[in-house]
């Protein structure tokens, strides 16, 4: 392969970055939205631009060559530093019309989001502010995409999550319960679960999908006692019966008496004060989670890096 007299498409880049992130055509493509033949003839076309295989494709996941490790730093660097050009000249074009991007998971636009954002907006003037709500992975693929500039989302200091993997910057703004529940027992016993860990198996699971961040941590944290999709009950006194992405979801399964889900203390306070829903295992089976907000590790805009500042004072040490 030789250098081609081609010219360099910025698109490639992305492509690049996408790929040497999730190691599958398929899914790389799926990410940046094109079709996967066009997508390799991406790749094949940056590769000649360069002029060696960045990919070793005969390995599954597909991994970068000695010469693609080496390019993906540096095309980093240059992207990001791209970005923050971007940014400051759309800064400098209209300041106060600048808007800030934020990608939260589902809960936390539900929960946390809204008051927080209220507290800062009392001693910040935001303007233009973007949402974007959706599950802990697609959350970060818009941070590396570089369309978001603030993710909000779980965390937990045993289970580093990609944005931590990539070293983003964090703050710690709060923290949480995940606590497995389900509806009391009809037999009217206070406090009484239905489908109480313990109980004679199989106990029903509502799950989080591979896509949910709380689902990783509940599966990194409760691995030896949580069962796999699929497993078999004589395996496991617990068996998934319905996975979801989404908290509220399952929260709402959980409601129709369907099994037990670990759900987010803030969520479900008042129903577990109204008794709606009641603790269904030990204080051992309950996961302590943090919320965070990461940010673009490039220069944002001022009124972006006003709002980092002011967050970074009212985090939690």
């Not at 250098?3 to 799926?30: H, K, M, T, V, Y």
């Not at 940046?32 to 991406?42: G, L, Y």
């Not at 009392?122 to 818009?142: K, N, P, V, W, Y």
């Not at 509220?248 to 409601?255: E, S």
């Amino acid at each position: 392969m030789g250098p081609s007299n081609r010219n360099l498409d910025l698109e490639w880049l992305e492509d690049f970055i996408a790929l040497a992130e999730s190691g599958n055509f398929s899914r790389a493509a799926e990410v940046r939205a094109i079709a996967q033949p066009a997508f390799s003839r991406h790749i094949r076309g940056l590769e000649e631009w360069v002029g060696v295989d960045l990919f070793d494709r005969s390995a599954h996941p597909a991994v970068l060559t000695a010469a693609g490790r080496r390019f993906l730093p540096l095309l980093e660097a240059v992207l990001s530093d791209l970005e923050a050009a971007r940014i400051k000249a759309l800064a400098a074009h209209n300041q106060e019309e600048s808007t800030l991007r934020f990608a939260a998971t589902h809960v936390l636009s539900l929960t946390f989001f809204p008051r927080w954002l209220a507290e800062i907006e009392s001693r910040l003037h935001i303007g233009a502010l973007q949402t974007m709500s959706d599950s802990s992975r697609s959350c970060e693929f818009l941070m590396f995409q570089r369309r978001v500039q603030f993710v909000l989302c779980h965390g937990h200091a045993s289970v580093p999550g990609r944005l931590d993997e990539q070293e983003y910057p964090m703050l710690l703004l709060g923290r949480d319960m995940l606590l497995p529940v389900c509806v009391p027992h009809p037999d009217g016993t206070m406090g009484k679960a239905l489908h109480a860990i313990g109980n004679t198996p199989p106990v029903p699971v509502l799950a989080y999908s591979e896509d949910s961040g709380l689902g990783r941590i509940m599966r990194s944290l409760l691995r030896p006692n949580l069962p796999k999709t699929g497993r078999n009950t004589s395996e496991s006194d617990l068996q998934e019966v319905f996975t979801a992405h989404h908290a509220v979801l399952l929260k709402t399964m959980a409601l129709e008496g369907r099994g037990i889900a670990w759900l987010p203390q803030s969520l479900i306070a008042a129903e577990l004060a109204n008794g709606s829903l009641v603790g269904a295992g030990p204080k051992a089976w309950n996961i302590p989670v943090e919320i965070r907000m990461y940010r673009q590790r490039s220069e944002m805009s001022d009124k972006a890096e006003a709002l980092w500042e002011l967050a970074k004072k009212q985090a939690l040490v």
